[in-house]
Nanobody
Framework: QVQLVESGGGLVQAGGSLRLSCAAS????????MAWFRQAPGKEREFVAA????????YYADSVKGRFTISREDAKNTMYLQMNLLKSEDTAVYFC??????????????????WGQGTQVTVSS
């Protein structure tokens, strides 16, 4: 099992930036794909971005493409989400997740094995 801890959330004005971090510990050699999901009140959890741990290939939801950047730092077992040009609709709890196996899909929450506790991002307009 991999333990995940998110940090970096907060309150920011529209147009501003935040950087989220996700620190992994435990059986970190089982990281295959790591991802960010978010969930706004009354809405389902939605895919934001994913990165394959070994190759560093990245995938984004259309709603964040060009504004958010996902990255990882292998030596620190940490994943990041740089969020720029934030909008009010980006307000949500952001979760990091780890998947231990290959799949052709990256945006299905049910395929991820390990989850963090979430960090709140609030964008004021």
């Amino acid at each position: 099992q991999v333990q995940l801890v998110e940090s970096g959330g907060g309150l920011v004005q529209a147009g501003g930036s935040l950087r989220l971090s996700c620190a992994a510990s435990g059986r970190t050699f089982t990281k295959y794909v790591m991802a960010w999901f978010r969930q706004a009140p009354g809405k389902e959890r939605e895919f934001v971005a994913a990165i394959t741990w070994s190759a560093g290939s990245t995938y984004y939801a259309d709603s964040v493409k060009g504004r958010f950047t996902i990255s990882r730092e292998d030596a620190k077992n940490t994943m990041y989400l740089q969020m720029n040009l934030l909008k009010s609709e980006d307000t949500a709890v952001y979760f990091c997740a780890n998947r231990r196996f290959y799949s052709a899909n990256y945006n299905y929450a049910f395929e991820y094995n390990d989850w963090g506790q979430g960090t709140q991002v609030t964008v004021s307009s």
